[in-house]
């Protein structure tokens, strides 16, 4: 594949995460944006036998490509030809019975354990700054064997503690805190991805495992709240390929709702990646 010469943040995170995506898996992505686009890429370079539901349970879909404007889900082009019309109780049920290998989420904060915080910020209550909800990440959260999480890699993000926990990560972060709460075993956060960074997780707290190669990990340490684990080696991540961005443009994010929302443009100088 190519090297891409110019990308947008957006693109950066979600062709990290396509990368991700495995043959033969199971992927619950919530609701559309950049979970549900990932899959999609993930799906047509690298995994064709990758199947996924969406948040409201629709099984197995082969979307009429591109969408319409923000009709990923609850629309006849995002559930053409699938395997089963269902329900977000379906898709819950499904995970419940461990059918859900990964779930796929975005985020407002997250904290030094994995928890997720999508509904409010601030302390909760009069004055606080209410947002729509996990809807369906909660339980994607709680019941997927792993857990992936997209987010921006912005200081008010990355934070020590949520302030408030909307769907679980390791909770307060001791052994077997999760299956105190009735959560099914084994299952839990795994990766978190940003346009600068990949984390994973080492007894159960936020690890920096890789970085892209137009930032330092003194850069993206500096926005996070708290300071995460460090691996003793952090990878530098391939960029984006024009084949991905292409795909990307092309055939399903159109309109650019998504890959250019808010963020950096990223270009090739002829020497080096710099950020716009």
Known sequence: MTRADAFSDREVAMCIVARMIEDGRTYWA??????????????KLYAPNAQYVTEDGVVAPEPLLPFEPMMTMVASRAVHHALYWGTMNTAGFH????????GILNTLQIDQHGNINSTVLGEYGPGSRRFGGPGGADTIAACCWRTIVITDQIRRKFVKQVDFISSPGFLDGTPGARERAGLPADTGPWRVVTPWAVYDYLDRRLRLIGRVPWVTVDEILAECEWK?????DVEVLEPPTEEEVSLLRTELDVRGQTTDAAGSWITWDGAKYVRA
């Open 95 to 102: 995970a419940q019975l461990g059918h859900m290998d990964y």
């Open 228 to 232: 995460p684990l460090v691996a003793d």
């Open 30 to 43: 919530a609701g559309g944006g950049t979970p549900l686009y990932s899959v999609l890429l993930g799906q």
